[in-house]
């Protein structure tokens, strides 16, 4: 999207191009309980102009691409769980130390989430930042938008992300992920989890560090997509980047792993890395927690493709 938004900032005009999440300038109370891809957010396209609907509200952007067939963007992966005890997701990614973190059901986006990255004596630590990257040279936080995904075909060249790919690389803890198909007040949700035994797995993200004038910090990060492979293909066409265990010492590496060669990590997942099941709707609000948000209906998940993302 291209243009300014009310208060003259700039609205990301690659943002939506690179971030699979909703990218919306100026809304009001941009937080968690807002970032929700359960008939909140909405993209409506006409030959030049989209409408962004959130939470009511209407902002008109001047769109670079347009698919008349495709009339509603869901969000990518705004929403995935981490319920494995600490100790497992600890030893899985081999960390020396680590942040506590409770079992969750339901992360969504704003929320202090758990990332795995490299510390300052070049071991692995387990901390928790914000899911939402603000990147270092922001100026007013709440001025900005929060990415919370970026496509990494292009992390390379744009400008939110090409520190942190050479210097902050990092990697999100996860054991399964949410995706929506459907449209506003039907939504059908659908989670992604390891096909065999289950556990966690890591998708590649990168961090930033943000401080203020008045000396407060805020370390945030934001994840990365791929295309999707033949499974995830039935509800999406991108997924979160998953990387097997063998990349993770490259991937977190950035003293000695370039940025361009880390990126030729960031691959589609194999085809039967994940199984797709269809839950009930309890899942659609991001306020709800608990085991029974996981909760499976009997439908068998077939080709449910919601359409091309922006």
Not at 30 to 40: E, T
Not at 83 to 90: G, K, M
Not at 126 to 135: A, D, E, H, S, Y
Request: overall charge neutral.
């Amino acid at each position: 999207l291209l243009g300014k938004d009310a208060t003259g900032v700039e609205t990301a005009a690659d943002v939506l191009e690179l971030n699979d999440g909703p990218v919306v300038p100026g809304a009001p109370d941009f937080d968690g309980s807002h970032l929700d891809p359960i008939g909140r957010f909405e993209v409506r396209c006409k030959p030049l102009v989209c409408h962004v609907h959130f939470a009511g509200a209407l902002f008109p952007t001047i769109s670079r691409r347009h698919d008349p067939a495709h009339q509603w963007t869901p969000v990518m992966c705004s929403r995935y769980s981490l319920t494995s005890p600490h100790d497992a997701v600890r030893a899985y990614f081999k960390c020396a130390r680590a942040d506590a973190f409770p079992q969750r059901f339901n992360i969504a986006p704003t929320q202090p989430v758990s990332i795995v990255r490299t510390g300052a004596d070049n071991n692995r630590e387990l901390v928790l930042v914000r899911w939402g990257l603000i990147p270092g040279w922001v100026k007013n936080p709440n001025e900005f938008t929060t990415i919370l995904n970026a496509r990494s075909e292009t992390v390379l060249d744009k400008a939110s992300f090409k520190a942190a790919m050479r210097h902050r690389r990092c990697i999100v803890p996860a054991d399964a992920y949410y995706e929506w198909t459907g449209k506003p007040g039907a939504k059908r949700p659908h989670m992604f989890s390891r096909s065999r035994a289950p556990g966690p797995f890591g998708i590649a993200a990168l961090w930033e560090h943000w401080m203020n004038a008045d000396g407060s910090e805020m370390e945030s990060m934001a994840m990365l997509t791929v295309c999707a492979n033949a499974t995830a293909g039935r509800v999406h066409d991108r997924m979160p980047a998953i990387l097997p265990e063998a990349a993770f010492d490259a991937w977190l590496d950035v003293r000695n792993v370039r940025d361009r060669e880390a990126h030729e990590l960031l691959r589609p997942a194999a085809d039967d890395l994940l199984k797709v099941d269809e839950l009930l709707p309890a899942i659609n609000d991001s306020r709800r927690e608990g085991v029974h948000l996981q909760s499976r209906t009997s439908v068998v998940v077939a080709s449910v493709h919601a359409g091309t993302l922006l």
